[in-house]
């Protein structure tokens, strides 16, 4: 095994717990577990976290949807489609129970056919564009089209509403409050075409742990006889956002913990002397003689490249100690210095990430996020 994702069942369901508790009580948490659960294993953590009491869970696509539902003992949970539907998926929708978000009048005409044809209802969640520009009907005509086709469905009803904030984790944005502005236009328009709602969402992680929208999403589904839902994915994983330059400023990422654990084994050791080159275009000179370890892992695998020394100066942890990656992360191999420590022989575990060197710092070397981080490993699995 070239590498392995060794996954805490324990802390992921504390996490899940967390989001419940700084959510709020009465406020349904919306498990989000697409891309695979963030690179951590839908079909791994979606019994987990229905395990630890959530009753919806959060996917990309039909696809997804239908391998997450077959690997859930329970059916009654529910899955939300976030990431939007072609029109030939409405009969796997329908067939796989899944709940699809919509947002124009030919979703629902499709949705209509699909169920119709099977003989059963189907509720799906109405989205929102405020300001994201990525999927949802603008409030106003765009929006009216599409209430006009709910209202006109015999076999599709609207459950929920909900827009996407995209600063949610910059405290006091203006655009935030810019979009509660157009969702609450967009909740009055559905409410004066009939529309009936049981869940209204637009909080992800960061909107929950920075907090300033939570009280006003309670109110307002309070007002309108409906629930408050939020979809955290990141967090239940153990990640936060930054929030005014502080990972931990928020109110939920001081009680959550990182859930995975990527490793891999040393497979050689070689002494070298000073002068030696290493890696690709020979951009590490060794100038005293060193010892260096052997890792079966590389970009092929999510190892960024951009961990490679003189440009990130990335590490992986070994015996609970640094060890420096050496010259440049190839394809499938990476070699790292473990000169200053004792007792390092072949066969031993390698931490790529996990305790000791985390998703940030990998997005640290890489200039990007510590989602992509973790949404980019290619390894197997193992439940703890």
């Given at each position: 095994m070239k590498s392995w994702i060794e996954i805490?069942?324990?802390?992921?369901?504390?996490?899940?717990?967390?989001?419940?508790?700084?959510?709020?009580?009465?406020?349904?948490?919306?498990?989000?577990?697409?891309?695979?659960?963030?690179?951590?294993?839908?079909?791994?953590?979606?019994?987990?976290?229905?395990?630890?009491?959530?009753?919806?869970?959060?996917?990309?696509?039909?696809?997804e949807g239908a391998v997450v539902r077959a690997a859930l003992p329970h059916s009654g949970i529910r899955v939300l489609v976030m990431c939007g539907m072609e029109l030939a998926d409405a009969p796997a929708l329908v067939a796989h129970g899944l709940t699809p978000v919509v947002w124009t009048p030919e979703h629902v005409a499709v949705l209509e056919r699909a169920a119709r044809s099977a003989g059963h209802r189907i509720q799906v969640h109405l989205e929102v564009d405020?300001?994201?520009?990525?999927?949802?009907?603008?409030?106003?005509?765009?929006?009216?089209?599409?209430?006009?086709?709910?209202?006109?469905?015999?076999?599709?009803?609207?459950?929920?509403?909900?827009?996407?904030?995209?600063?949610?984790?910059?405290?006091?944005?203006?655009?935030?409050?810019?979009?509660r502005e157009r969702f609450a236009l967009a909740l009055d328009q559905a409410l004066a075409a009939g529309v009936?709602?049981?869940?209204?969402?637009?909080?992800?992680t960061s909107a929950v742990d920075e907090g300033s929208t939570m009280a006003w999403i309670r109110d307002t589904a309070k007002s309108l006889g409906a629930r408050a839902m939020v979809r955290t994915g990141f967090a239940i994983y153990g990640h936060c956002l930054e929030i005014e330059g502080n990972i931990h400023a928020g109110a939920l990422a001081p009680k959550v913990s990182p859930v995975l654990c990527w490793k891999t084994r040393i497979i050689g050791l070689?002494?070298?002397?000073?002068?030696?080159?290493?890696?690709?275009?020979a951009t590490f000179?060794?100038?005293?003689?060193?010892?260096?370890a052997l890792l079966p892992v590389g970009y092929a695998d999510g190892y960024?490249?951009?961990?490679?020394?003189?440009?990130?100066?990335?590490?992986?942890?070994?015996?609970?100690?640094?060890?420096?990656?050496?010259?440049?992360?190839?394809?499938?191999?990476t070699v790292v210095d473990v000169s200053g420590l004792a007792d390092i022989q072949e066969g031993m575990e390698a931490v790529?990430?996990?305790?000791?060197?985390?998703?940030?710092?990998?997005?640290r070397w890489s200039g990007t996020i510590a989602y992509d981080i973790l949404c980019g490993i290619r390894a197997n699995f193992e439940l703890r």
């Open positions: 805490s069942s324990a802390r992921l369901a504390e996490n899940f717990r967390a989001v419940q508790a700084v959510a709020g009580h009465g406020v349904e948490a919306l498990a989000v577990i697409k891309a695979n659960a963030y690179g951590h294993g839908a079909t791994i953590c979606a019994p987990v976290l229905v395990e630890a009491g959530a009753q919806w869970l959060g996917v990309s696509d039909v696809a405020t300001g994201m520009g990525r999927q949802g009907a603008a409030p106003g005509e765009d929006l009216a089209r599409t209430l006009e086709a709910l209202a006109g469905s015999r076999w599709v009803s609207c459950e929920g509403i909900m827009t996407h904030l995209c600063c949610s984790e910059s405290a006091g944005a203006e655009i935030t409050e810019e979009q009936r709602l049981e869940f209204v969402h637009l909080a992800n070689r002494d070298v002397a000073a002068g030696v080159t290493v890696g690709y275009g000179v060794a100038v005293q003689p060193m010892r260096l960024r490249r951009a961990a490679s020394s003189g440009v990130g100066d990335g590490w992986v942890m070994i015996a609970g100690q640094r060890a420096p990656v050496v010259g440049r992360v190839s394809m499938n191999l790529l990430l996990g305790e000791g060197v985390t998703a940030e710092d990998q997005a």
